[in-house]
């Protein structure tokens, strides 16, 4: 195989905020020379201005969404023995996090979509079920209601994790909206991202809302009086002042990620060897976001090493392993749909330091690949 002069990394932490980086130096500066590191205004302006593009009552910004899914389960107040039913092609954080929880994870199957199954979640249902924690995968938003549908039937608790969804769309509702409580991660190689780990919950119920605010501060009231155990995450003022300057346009991001998918739709959608995500405007109840570009492929391993050979960086998401795959964590479980999937799937490059003739460089590599098939 020849070694290639092209190189399309996966993702570049290097170039990550390359155009931002002036703008970053005046924000470091100004919060310096301020002193304002932890819950200053700079957080609570992020705040706000999160809870008005989501459309949410109340946003808080925490360590990073990990620890944004465990405040929220502790907020929601899950019982020993509660258990929730979650997808297991996620990251190992969602279940983590009800297991921190308090509560008992119960992997299921997903769909051809990649995300959680209802059918299977019906399945899953036992009276020990306590509540359903979907994940927004990919930038995608599940079909909500046979979700919201079964939630109500079976008196469960919603509560998502929308670390990979900032700012997509079912029905025209944002993801992490739907339940009780949802979460963002802001990891530097997420849609919005920050410098280092950062995070933030959303919830429209007041109640949890004062919840959240005080187990992410070491349970203190408005006034600083201890009146619970929390916990210290807090996102730093410094990141919130980062995010906030992104999040202001946020929106051509997205819609830049978008074109980038439609490329790669009208390049790879003759190719009989592959089944690629949704297009963005197929499908008039989703706006997806395009966190990933998560395709199925025939010889997903060989592609992965032509890919490779020609420059161009791929992954597979959590090392390969859906969560009921890793055997310590003690899952007994048959997930066929999932682990097939794992056989087949592959994350393409996806990011805004791409062009068109990255997009059209990658498709060219995958289309020579299956013409030699
Ligand atoms: C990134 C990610 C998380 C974890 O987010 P952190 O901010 O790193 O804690 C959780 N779930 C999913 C689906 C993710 O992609």
């Known amino acids: 195989m020849s070694t290639s002069e092209r190189k399309v990394p996966f993702f570049k932490y290097q170039r990550a905020f390359h155009n931002q980086e002036s703008q970053f130096v005046e924000i470091f500066q100004d919060i310096i020379r301020r002193g304002a ?18 459309g949410v009552k109340h946003a808080f910004g925490v360590g990073n969404a990990t620890d944004g899914m465990i405040i929220a389960w502790r907020a929601i ?4 023995g509660d258990e929730v039913i979650f997808p297991s092609h996620t990251m190992v954080a969602t279940p983590a996090a009800i297991h921190f929880g308090g509560g008992i994870p119960v992997p299921v199957d997903c769909g051809s979509d990649h995300l959680i199954d209802p059918t299977q979640i019906e399945n899953a249902i036992t ?25 109500d039937r079976h008196q469960l608790i919603i509560m998502e994790d929308a670390a990979q969804a900032l700012g997509s769309r079912f029905k ?17 190689a997420k849609v919005l991202g920050c410098l280092g780990d950062g995070g933030a919950v959303v919830t429209n119920d007041d109640e949890l809302a004062r919840k959240i605010g005080r187990l992410r ?16 995450s807090r ?5 919130a002042a980062f995010l906030h300057a992104q999040l202001k346009g946020y929106r051509e991001v997205v819609e830049f990620r978008r074109t980038l998918a439609l490329r790669y739709q009208t390049n790879l959608a003759s190719c009989g060897h592959l ?23 025939n010889y997903r391993d060989e592609l992965k090493t032509h890919l490779q050979s020609r420059g161009i960086g791929t992954l597979i998401q959590w090392g390969g392993k859906p969560v009921h795959q890793h055997e310590k964590l003690g899952f007994r479980v048959e997930l066929p749909a999932t682990d097939r999937l794992f056989a087949r799937c592959l994350l393409l490059p996806m990011n805004i330091c791409l062009g068109n003739d990255d997009i059209d460089y990658v498709s060219e590599s995958i289309l020579e690949f299956y013409r030699q098939r």
Do not use: K
Request: glycine fraction near 8%.
């Open 235 to 239: 996102l730093d003022n410094l990141q």
């Open 127 to 151: 009276d020990r079920t306590r509540a359903i924690a979907p994940v927004q995968l990919n930038g995608r938003t599940c079909n909500m209601d046979p979700i919201l549908e079964l939630a």
């Open 275 to 297: 089944a690629l995500p949704p297009a963005p405007e197929s499908d008039a109840d989703h706006f997806d976001v395009y966190q990933n570009y998560e395709i199925e492929a």
């Open 37 to 54: 590191f932890i819950l200053q205004r700079d957080l609570a302006d992020f705040e706000q201005a999160l809870a008005s593009y989501l």
């Open 172 to 188: 025209q509702r944002p993801a992490g909206t739907f339940g009780q409580a949802g979460v963002f991660s802001f990891y530097p």
């Open 77 to 80: 107040g899950l019982c020993q």
């Open 217 to 232: 501060d070491h349970g203190r009231d408005e006034s600083g009086e201890i009146c619970m155990w929390g916990m210290n």
